[in-house]
């Protein structure tokens, strides 16, 4: 795993949008794997500055994103749908066919998994997946404990990642308890991935990643069986006091 040392969140997204922007100007049918969620907030933005500054365009890039809440509808404000809109889909030129997102609110959820799969396979797999990590570790929805072999199915979110997201939501009990997530298989089969870390809550985290054993427990650790991976940290990130003798 390559590691990118910068100074703080902003570094991060602007180095983070540099090596989207690029990657998306030379392989202007790129399919990219997006997250959702605070740290690739700031990556977005600096997207769509460029988008309107430079003309990137998007139009025949294909997105893949990695979950979604079930429960939720596309409309609903904190769909994970919604947050995509807001935060990019709706400010670059992008053909909204070419946008894939799970159904939170499919009827039949099993089918919605395994078409989502197929859908991914369809697009000749994701070229470049962006990726956020969970204070338990978790990439995706992929909680701690979900097997490696996993392919995009159902999940129950851990009560600390539920909490870690209530401030999207006006009370705790209205977090979705479920959701439908790519699996652990599905995220490696990525071509290259790009992992963002930011702050002080991620230090753990980080500190596991970088000098932990590769398990289960830890989901984030099976990016070290990956042969492109690149993870931008920023100083809080990387705290030294947390870092082993
Ligand atoms: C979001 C996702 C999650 C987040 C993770 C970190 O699509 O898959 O794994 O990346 O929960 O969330 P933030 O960035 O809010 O700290």
Known sequence: MNLIKVENYEEMSQKAAEIIINKVVNNPKITLGLATGGTPEGTYQHLIENHQKNQTTYQHV?????????????????SYRHYMNEHLFNHIDIDFENIHIPNGAATNLQEECRSYDYVIDQLGGVDLQILG??????????????????KTHIVELAPSTR????????????VPTH??????????????????VSG???????????????????????????????????????????VSP
Do not use: W
Request: glycine share 6%; aromatic share 6%; proline share 4%.
């Open 62 to 78: 294909k997105t893949v994103n990695l979950d979604e809440y079930i429960g939720l509808g596309a409309t609903d404000p904190n």
């Open 133 to 150: 990590i969970g204070r338990n570790g978790h990439i995706g929805f992929n909680e701690p404990q979900t097997p490696f072999n996993s």
């Open 163 to 174: 909490k870690a997201n209530a401030r999207y939501f006006n009370r705790f009990d209205n």
């Open 179 to 196: 959701a439908i997530t790519m699996g652990i298989a599905s995220i490696l089969k990525s071509k290259e991935i790009l992992l963002l």
């Open 200 to 242: 002080e809550d991620k230090a753990e985290a980080m500190q596991r990643l970088q000098h932990g054993e590769i398990s289960e427990s830890f989901p984030a650790s099976v990016l070290k069986k990956h042969n492109n991976v690149t993870i931008i940290a920023d100083k809080k990130a990387i705290s030294s006091c947390l």
